[in-house]
């Protein structure tokens, strides 16, 4: 049986990273909603939102930037 080391640590970078995103998103505005109540909760889960956005676009251009190179390769 062969083991696919690349894949395997692809899945575990995925799982660490959703599992970051439910405590930021999940736990941190919970608790901001225990504390302040709804209309706070509602503002920061619109700033975490408004935040993530340079980060999920740097995300993309990089995996655009990937998927080019890899295509060039090819050729």
Not at 68 to 75: Q, V
Request: charged share 10%.
């Amino acid at each position: 049986m062969t083991r696919n080391l690349q894949k395997y640590a692809r899945q575990t970078n995925l799982h660490l990273i959703a599992g970051a995103l439910v405590l930021l998103f999940i736990v941190g505005d919970g608790l901001i909603y225990l504390f302040y109540g709804s209309r706070a909760a509602l503002m920061g889960l619109l700033c975490l939102l408004i935040g993530m956005t340079p980060v999920v676009l740097v995300v993309l251009i990089i995996l655009i930037l990937d998927w080019i190179a890899k295509r060039a390769n090819h050729e």
